[in-house]
């Protein structure tokens, strides 16, 4: 009903036998046969920095977007939660992918709709929505949708999203994303994994601990830099 999806393997260096999901013409998820074994490069970013740099150990983990499940493949150290709108997306995830039940929860619903309206609080929210390639479903880009997956973490929780924009930030779309995310959660770590395309994987990471505060910048005249530094200590 949501989208068309079609499973084959592929050549792709470095990889052992991959195999890929594509859903509507694009590239969605890769997974291959070594052991363990690889994902597409923002996954294994990702379940680095769940894993080492958050170090989070039986933690909620919401995952705004399926694609092919592979954030939490053969991963027992946290619960996830995927949230679709595509019901037929874990069946074929499963049986022609994966080739094993999905690790976690799995809800049919629409994102914005389900973090507006959830009781729990999640460790992290992690948003990677898309219904093609390059787009985002324009209600899941606004201000509004943003301060709802900061209502839905915990007090110290933290938002992953994974954008596709040009490598240097440079275009309308990609400043003005980046702007209202960070009038929500405040200054976010912004981590560019591709710089040889036009278009690439970009880590957005903010924090529902950190509030969002308009910066002054430093000039010859009012220079505050070496005050800064000791309030920050």
């Known amino acids: 009903a949501y989208a068309t999806y079609r ?12 195999r890929v999901c594509w ?9 291959d046969a ?3 074994p690889r994902y597409a490069r923002y996954i294994e970013r990702l379940r680095t920095l769940l894993r080492e740099g958050l170090a989070l150990r039986e933690g909620r ?13 053969r991963e027992p150290l946290n619960h996830y939660t995927y949230v679709d709108i595509d019901p037929a997306v874990k069946d074929i995830a499963e049986r022609d992918f994966l080739r ?10 629409d994102a914005r709709a389900y973090v507006r309206d959830t009781a729990l609080r999640y460790d992290v929210v992690v948003v990677d929505v898309y219904s093609a ?15 709802t997956t900061r209502r839905a973490l915990a007090e110290d929780g933290v ?16 400043r003005g994303l980046l702007a209202t995310i960070q009038a929500e959660y405040g200054a976010c770590a912004v981590e560019v994994l591709f710089r040889d395309r036009p278009l690439g994987n970009v880590l ?21 830099a070496d005050m800064d530094v000791l309030r920050s200590r």
């Open 7 to 18: 499973i084959a393997p592929v050549t792709l260096a470095g990889f052992d036998a991959p």
């Open 23 to 31: 859903i509507k013409k694009s590239v969605a998820s890769i997974i």
């Open 34 to 36: 070594s052991g363990p």
């Open 61 to 73: 983990v919401l995952v705004l977007g399926a694609g092919g499940f592979t954030l939490s493949h």
């Open 100 to 109: 094993e039940p999905i690790r976690g929860e799995f809800v049919v619903a």
């Open 133 to 147: 390639l390059t787009s985002i479903p324009a209600h899941l880009v606004t201000r509004e949708f943003w301060r």
């Open 159 to 174: 938002m992953v999203a994974n954008l596709l924009l040009d490598p240097q930030l440079a275009t309308p779309y990609a």
């Open 204 to 224: 957005v990471t903010g924090s529902a601990a950190a509030e969002p505060q308009a910066a002054e910048p430093y000039t010859d005249e009012r220079n505050r």
